[in-house]
């Protein structure tokens, strides 16, 4: 996309409603406006996070076997009477009439909805399991709406249910959204941590909490520090095949949210490895039996023509809430860094001489190339001062940053000494060489041994004309995960 054309509105000024990072950067970035407390509108930049997002839950709900539908935003009430939640919700949850006078809600969430659906259509024992999803928007009159779109009134959720014929099966339903969810976060670049959450008057443990760590998050969390750095994208999982090991894994280290702290226990733990941190929820996966499916009649027949009571359970993601709470996770004093993975763009070109045609001309040569790859790229060709592009371009925080000027175009290709003399002259070897390899030649080629932009004692330098500190810091990571070539552009 060219900038000039596009509609990213930044703004310079920290909005003064906004008391947390991801709120005041979501606003200047100009990703979201409020329309009303707790309700916004999603802009370009920021729908292309929000989908981006969507799609990796999407994929891993669909990998684990879950299949996507669509449930309304309005529910009748009745379906709500039925369950007996209608009068328990209280005022959290939005009523409506429509002109027949028929009372009418705006969802909060789906169990009622989702039990009708499978009551109506599954008879017998031999049509489970089944493990349902939408994506879809809910609204709650929160009390106190805040932190933009982490506490909103209305959010964009993920919820699945599952229908199991007994409670063997809906643990192993429950392990799935487990894993799922592991791999879901840890695909955005997020480090959360399941927690044991109350499970109410069900009892038992399957009930737990996804926390994202962040000094803003809402909650007090309690964990083994072990938890952080366990990797559950190294591991093959088969979703067939019992998965009770992982979720062993997982859970066999302490970690509990306030509510559910046990102080004694969380002392045992040796003082070094404890964790006390603040976290955002941005999933709650819950067993709850047969809640909804006894009064709500969801029943299918046994092998012996007995009725039996399916059991449930349901699996929520704060889809809109991870935008915030990735942010949270992943900016500095100048913006937003992105992981790779959700990244409204992967690559901002800096043109920074759109009047000049030589330079003009290389962008929209670069801009082709990456498009022609499928990589998407962000081509900032406004008439404006580097220095302005440089801090608009810092506070969207493009993984990658392209600056494409001049005194670039005159470096002969295939030079290293050129590039190196320059180096001298800017202070950063690698960063310098990198960018001169770009010229001309292949982009791609240059991108991707771009990854490390270090000095020799592996410690990064400053930049100046290549990438700049922050997105170099994001690609060593990359580089750390990945077996992607390196230096092919200089070889
Ligand atoms: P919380 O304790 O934060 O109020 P909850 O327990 O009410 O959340 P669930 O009903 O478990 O939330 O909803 C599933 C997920 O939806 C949560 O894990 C959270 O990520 C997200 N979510 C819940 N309420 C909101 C909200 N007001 N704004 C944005 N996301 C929300
Ligand atoms: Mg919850």
Known sequence: MRLSQGFIPTIKETPNEAQIASHRLMLRAGMIRQSSAGIYCWLPLGLRVLKK????????????????????????????????????????????????????????????????????????????????????????????????????????????????LDFAGARHSYNKMFVAYLRTF??????????????????????????????????????????????ILARKIDYDANLQSIVNEWTSLYAATDEMHDKA??????????????????????????KYSEPMKAVVAGPGGEQITVEMGSYGIGVSRLVGGIIEASHDEAGIVWPESVAPFKVAIVNLKPDDGAVSGTCQKLYDA??????????????????????????????????????????????????????????????????????????????????????????????HWGLERKRAMLAVE???????PRTSAMA
């Open 53 to 164: 997002i969507e799609a990796i839950v999407r994929e891993e709900q669909d990998r684990a076997g879950a299949q996507e539908i669509l449930m309304p935003t309005i529910q009748p009430a009745e379906l709500w009477r039925e369950s007996g939640r209608y009068e328990d919700y209280g005022k959290e949850m939005l009523r409506i009439r429509d002109r027949h006078d028929r009372e009418m809600l705006y969802g909060p969430t789906n169990e009622e909805q989702v039990t009708e659906i499978v009551r109506a259509s599954i008879k017998s024992y031999r049509d489970l399991p089944k493990l349902l999803y939408h994506i879809q928007w809910k609204f709650r009159d929160e009390v106190r709406p805040r932190f933009g779109v982490m506490r909103g009134r209305e959010f964009l959720m993920k919820d699945a249910y599952s229908f199991d």
């Open 478 to 484: 990359a580089a750390r995960q990945s077996e992607r």
């Open 370 to 463: 990456l498009a022609a790859k499928g990589i998407e790229a962000l081509h900032d060709d406004r008439d404006l001062r580097p220095g302005a592009k440089f801090a608009d371009m810092d506070l969207i925080g493009t993984p990658w940053q392209v600056k494409v000027w001049q005194a670039l175009l005159a470096i002969p290709q295939g030079k290293v000494s050129t590039y190196r003399a320059i180096a001298g002259r800017v202070g950063n070897d690698n960063a310098s060489r990198a960018v001169g390899t770009a010229v001309g030649r292949n982009p791609i080629s240059w991108l991707i041994p771009c990854h490390r932009v270090l000095g020799s004692d592996g410690s990064l330098h400053g930049y």
């Open 186 to 231: 840890a695909r955005m670049g997020l480090k959360a941590i399941p927690m044991r959450a109350d499970t109410g008057p069900i009892g038992g443990d399957l009930s737990h909490e996804f926390i994202v760590l962040a000094d803003t998050g809402e909650s007090a969390v309690f964990c083994h520090k072990g938890l952080v750095d366990k990797d």
């Open 265 to 290: 226990a969380f002392e045992k733990i040796p003082e070094g490895e404890r964790l006390a941190a603040r976290g955002i929820e941005v999933g709650h996966i819950f067993y709850f039996g047969t």
